[in-house]
């Protein structure tokens, strides 16, 4: 599919769920028995990226990954169940919700825990930026989750927009050092 007839398609939310089981394994864990942060994000980003793929078709970059809540640990031996979905998409980019649930083997108990944000980026072959189609959000959920994905955008923007005039002014200080 071209650029063009991609920006021209509507997708559901339903059409980008993807979802991921893994069992915690002796690698994946701390000296506690507990799975590694690090590995979770992972996993995380795995997920993400499934359903940025189904909306967009094309190649993906993970731009940022924020706000990610780590409620409870999960234990070597648990089986992780991880589900995404496209919250909204924009121009190139589309924010993704993921949340992540462990369950017990032996007791069969399921508890939620941890839930992230992330932004993926389509991209082509060359890493040039891609326009991605519409998302429809249909749910009273979706709809909700469509409108908290703008707020949450334009504090990207606010804080991409902060932190590229403090890189400007530290630049600017680390040149003027350089001349004396
Ligand atoms: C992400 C990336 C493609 C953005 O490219 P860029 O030229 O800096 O982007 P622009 O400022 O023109 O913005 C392009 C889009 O990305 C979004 N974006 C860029 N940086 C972002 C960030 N930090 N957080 C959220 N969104 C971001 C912009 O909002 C914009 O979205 P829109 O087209 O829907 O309006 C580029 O920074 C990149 O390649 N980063 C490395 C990605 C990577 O290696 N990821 C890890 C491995 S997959």
Redesign the pocket.
């Given at each position: 599919m071209n650029e063009q007839d991609r920006s021209r398609v509507i997708r559901t939310v339903a059409s980008t769920q993807s979802e991921m089981t893994e069992i915690i394994l002796p690698n994946d864990t701390n000296t506690l028995g507990n799975l590694l942060g690090g590995r979770l994000m992972h996993f995380i980003?795995l997920t993400g990226?499934m359903a940025a793929y189904r909306h967009s078709r094309t190649h993906?970059?993970?731009?940022?990954m924020?706000h990610i809540d780590f409620i409870r640990p999960v234990r070597l031996g648990d089986l992780l169940t991880l589900k995404s979905s496209v919250n909204r998409?924009?121009?190139?980019?589309?924010e993704i919700g993921v949340k992540v649930w462990a369950e017990n083997t032996r007791t069969g108990g399921v508890v939620h825990v941890a839930s992230a944000y992330l932004?993926f980026?389509a991209?082509d072959e060359h890493?040039r930026?891609q326009?991605?189609p519409e998302l429809l959000p249909e749910t009273p959920d979706e709809i909700r989750r469509h409108a908290d994905a703008l707020r949450r955008?334009e504090h990207?923007?606010r804080e991409?927009a902060r932190q590229s005039r403090e890189r400007q002014a530290t630049a600017a200080q680390d040149s003027s050092e350089l001349k004396h």
């Open positions: 980003d990226a993906v970059v993970t731009a940022a924020d998409a924009f121009t190139s980019s589309m932004v980026v991209v890493g930026r326009n991605v955008r990207r923007e991409r």
